[in-house]
């Protein structure tokens, strides 16, 4: 039903609404998996598809404030009504 896979996409990007430290450690291993993700693009000569990951120039904090208000704000919005 839509209210599971509602319930089930709020748990998937509800790190920012975990304790600090974990939210932290969290937001490191994804952003760790994207930059592995854009060097190996870039070292294999294909189109990068997260240009915002390049671990030369990304920064954590920034992308997880951009997810926050794209994504989680949003979601948790509907949710909530």
Wanted: aromatic content about 12%; some cysteine.
């Amino acid at each position: 039903t839509l209210i599971k896979h509602m319930m089930i996409k709020c748990a998937d990007v509800a790190n920012p609404c975990r304790p600090l430290e974990l939210c932290i450690e969290w937001a490191r291993r994804i952003s760790e998996e994207y930059f592995a993700q854009t060097d190996e693009e870039k070292r294999q000569g294909l189109s990068v598809v997260m240009p915002v990951f390049d671990r030369n120039t990304c920064s954590i904090l920034k992308s997880q404030i951009s997810f926050i208000d794209y994504f989680v704000t949003d979601m948790f919005d509907a949710w909530d009504s």
